[in-house]
């Protein structure tokens, strides 16, 4: 899987969007770029993935650059609920095994 | 709609004791992951399977097995416990050949190794 580089750490106004850079210059044709949070001591949860093309779902949206080197996750109205840290996975999705390697993450501070 | 449940959520042990933790996967998918989190640190990837037979193994101590049931819920063996053992260890599943191909994480079991 593609190595990836996330800042440590970011703070986000309540009710401004916040914006978490991700990024991947390694990344290989049919690798796909996932998104998950964990919120202290919870499971990860999934949040968004994307192949080249802009996604938007309840939760986020998710940029990705044209040359797919860099990414950006949006979460356009951040709540107190939303700090958590966010980490920036690249992969081959069916690939064997399928396991998710965490490494690093932005631990993002929502702040009344 | 369902989630992943794992029991206990909560476990307290002394060293060089056994336990066991339990997963239920979502209905309907086929694998489930293990993960260990130790304090401060991000989640590392045990072991997986696949219907019911092992499909891929992480960084996982020889002190540990796991296995998958023909209702395929998992658990997860841990004998002759030792104080680093304590950690938060997460179960996820996953129903292969769907869309997202995602992996859904349950609440956790704390272990606390004494």
């Known amino acids: 899987d593609a190595k990836t580089t996330q800042p440590p750490s970011m703070d986000c106004a309540e009710g401004r969007a916040a914006n978490l850079p991700c990024n991947h210059s390694?990344?290989?044709?049919?690798?796909?770029v996932y998104w998950y949070r964990q919120i202290h001591s919870q499971g990860p949860q999934y949040i968004i993935h994307?192949?080249?093309n802009n996604e938007t779902n309840e939760m986020a949206s998710l940029i990705i650059t044209e040359d797919r080197k860099s990414s950006t996750l949006i979460l356009p109205h951040a709540t107190l609920r939303d700090t958590a840290v966010y980490y920036c996975?690249?992969?081959?999705?069916?690939?064997?095994?399928?396991?998710?390697?965490f490494g690093g993450g932005t631990r993002l501070m929502v702040k009344p | 709609a369902a989630g992943v449940i794992q029991s206990p959520r909560h476990l307290i042990k002394e060293k060089r004791e056994t336990a066991t933790l339990k997963c239920y996967p979502i209905?309907?998918?086929?694998?489930v992951y293990w993960y260990q989190q130790g304090p401060g640190q991000d989640p590392q990837f045990l072991i997986s399977?696949?219907?019911?037979?092992?499909?891929d193994k992480g960084s996982i101590p020889d002190r540990f097995s796991a296995q998958q049931f023909s209702d395929y819920h998992s658990e997860l063996n841990m004998s002759s416990l030792e104080l680093g053992d304590s950690a938060l260890y997460f179960c996820?599943?996953?129903?292969?050949?769907?869309?997202?191909?995602?992996?859904?994480f349950g609440p956790g079991t704390r272990l606390l190794v004494l």
């Open positions: 994307g192949l080249k």
């Open positions: 996975i690249v992969r081959v999705p069916n690939n064997a095994g399928n396991m998710l390697t």
């Open positions: 996820a599943s996953r129903r292969t050949g769907g869309t997202q191909e995602t992996q859904y």
């Open positions: 399977f696949y219907e019911k037979m092992q499909s």
């Open positions: 209905p309907r998918h086929d694998t």
């Open positions: 390694t990344i290989s044709g049919n690798e796909y």
